[in-house]
């Protein structure tokens, strides 16, 4: 059983029946602008979909695809959660976060229970290769950007670092750090889909300030070992504001053990 | 406007009011194994978003994630779908495939006008190099596979015959080629999203005989000129059975259109 945490803590939900449930977002997790940050959000539903599945011994988020349709804010939230298919392997079911009568973020996800997969493994790429975690530097050196909670839940340290968080972008969208809950909760598969939106986005390289996830698919690809997670980011294609980024998330044990991609917005003032 | 052709015939949704779509899967699109391609059934769900959509003046499918439940097959069909959120910019709406009192494909989506997106662009990536059209191959050199019409709907066009093709698959998991519907149809924003499902799977390269789509997402990220388009598809990671497939279209331009990823299963006992 994995270690638990704060991310337990503030990503309970408690049951109501007939696949709704009631929880309450913390300001623990605030990104840019204050606000909770996506990836937390997502962890609501994904919080739901694992109750759903729980009976059907599937603990393992597989595919999860969010949609984010309002900006989420601390506070009462309720979870509307429904099956759509049970398979022999995995099961499907979707789930919504609502607050104050508006839908925030929408998730479909298929669970299946991962150490039970049995097919071909070909290792055809190699993890990111970083510089132990004790030679490295925390993201902002200690910097506190106001009302940022999350870098006090999430711990990022980087070779070097990026050039924005010192005001000087270097041009290049991409990235390479370590990654681990501060309060020494590891990773799980349940916390792969939000670890995946716990960084900055490297769009801030780019000199933007802000940026908008419109969709986020996390691929969970094996159960991580204990430590500390090397994650890979890049965005590849800015299109009219509209930019995509890839994460993807290796553990100790150099396998990889997530990969996502986002499609997400900068404001069209910006940068 | 688009030219039409025998993907429109063949993706027509009627509104049966109140969110439902009657409609018929045709059998002329049918992959490997005699059923209709994901691709293709992923389409009919995209017809019913698209409806909903027009009177909001929202043309483009950006974002597209489907779950693929169950076989489709041929013949009669039902299409559920709603709108999940209007906002200034974009919508994003859900629709479900069923035959039969099962459900097929659920896809949510956000549409937006394509057309009216102000941002940065930056050319970050550079289109796949290809000789030209007329200097390429057919995919199976004219050779038929039992079952499979869906060549006769798209063309593909390579440098190189792939090795499994030959039945000697090169162990390399990737491809470049040329696609178009063979009648002439252009791709348009709706059309993208079944065509990075219209080939068959790079894991071929690795022996495989099949693959089952679990999910698959694409990004639109602009209308594609007439013409050919450029593809770039690559599996990077085979893990217990489960890889992922990331498919590029780029226009005759050589503008980027789509991006997708999707997540796929092979048989325990395939390769």
């Not at 972008?169 to 990654?179: E, Q, R, T, V, Y």
């Amino acid at each position: 059983m994995a270690s638990t945490g704060l991310f337990d803590t503030d990503t309970l939900v408690t049951p109501l029946g007939d696949g709704r449930y009631s929880a309450t977002l913390s300001d623990r997790w605030n990104a840019l602008g204050g606000a909770p940050n996506g990836g937390y959000s997502l962890a609501m539903t994904v919080s739901a979909l694992a109750h759903l599945m729980r009976p059907l011994g599937l603990p393992d988020p597989l595919t999860v695809s969010s949609f984010f349709l309002r900006r989420a804010a601390t506070g009462a939230a309720e979870l509307r959660a429904s099956i759509a298919r049970v398979g022999k392997r995995t099961a499907t079911a979707e789930a919504q976060l609502w607050q104050g009568g508006d839908e925030i973020v929408r998730t479909t996800a298929t669970f299946a229970d991962l150490a039970q997969a049995r097919g071909r493994t070909l290792a055809l790429t190699a993890p990111p290769v970083l510089p132990p975690p004790e030679d490295c530097l925390e993201l902002t050196g200690g910097r506190r950007l106001p009302g940022v909670t999350i870098v006090d839940r999430v711990e990022i340290r980087c070779p070097e670092r990026p050039g924005w968080t010192q005001g000087k972008p270097s041009g290049n969208p991409s990235a390479l750090f370590w990654m681990r809950f501060t309060d020494g909760r590891d990773a799980d598969t349940r916390a792969l889909p939000s670890l995946v939106d716990a960084c900055a986005p490297v769009v801030m390289e780019l000199g933007a300030r802000t940026s908008s996830t419109i969709e986020l698919t996390t691929h969970v690809r094996a159960r991580p070992a204990p430590g500390w997670l090397a994650c890979r980011v890049v965005t590849r294609h800015v299109i009219a504001g509209y930019h995509d980024e890839d994460f993807e998330i290796w553990d100790s044990t150099g396998q990889l053990v997530a990969q996502s991609r986002q499609l997400a917005l900068m404001p069209p003032d910006d940068a």
